[in-house]
């Protein structure tokens, strides 16, 4: 638990008073590789902070290969299927462990407690929607201004493990091309 008490710490400081109620709330959940963390169509009712592992949002679709991922997440952040849990209405994306992944949770209604006894609470829920927000936003532009090869190089640079960690038909998937399509790219670039 100290991954997460040292990421909001380095936001604001924590009074263990603050951090022994919040840690109380937190449930420690593992997951294999290819587990699905959250169903599409389910309410989704956990806020997470990934301590080790790689997850993937996507939307699934009744052919695997038409599935659309839009987002990865990776240890030190937090995952959720965000809009369905502020909302508390059923997803329309699913979330799925890539590897081997373990997280620290808290519910709905533990973090609403959270919120309403906390000085913690709201810094928390500030963060994970920030960090959420971001991660939509230069999902965003990167396909209103970006060619799918430019989104291929970008991810490269900012998170070169990503190429090792995750299968190609994914990051085709979302970069918006085909694997043909992101084969040769990766030909040309090469």
């Not at 109380?24 to 959250?38: G, M, V, Y």
Request: glycine letters at 4%; proline letters at 3%; a positive charge.
């Amino acid at each position: 638990m100290t991954e997460i008490r040292n990421y909001i710490n380095k936001f604001s400081p924590v009074s263990d008073s603050d951090w022994e109620l919040f840690s109380s709330k937190l449930k420690e959940r593992t997951f294999k590789k290819k587990d699905i963390i959250h169903k599409a169509g389910v309410v989704e009712n956990y806020i997470s902070f990934i301590t080790s592992g790689t997850v993937r949002l996507f939307i699934p679709k009744p052919k695997t290969e038409k599935e659309i991922t839009f987002g990865f997440c990776f240890e030190n952040q937090f995952v959720s299927a965000y809009d369905s849990f502020l909302l508390q209405k059923p997803s329309e994306h699913a979330v799925q462990a890539l590897s081997n992944t373990s997280m620290l949770s808290i519910s709905y209604n533990d973090l609403q407690e959270i919120y309403n006894k906390t000085a913690i609470g709201n810094l928390i829920g500030r963060l994970t929607a920030e960090n959420l927000f971001i991660t939509k936003s230069k999902r965003l532009q990167s396909l209103l201004d970006q060619t799918a090869e430019e989104r291929y190089l970008s991810i490269f640079k900012e998170r070169p493990q990503l190429l090792k960690e995750i299968s190609l038909k994914y990051i085709s998937s979302y970069i918006g091309v085909t694997p043909q399509a992101l084969s040769r790219i990766r030909k040309r670039i090469s």
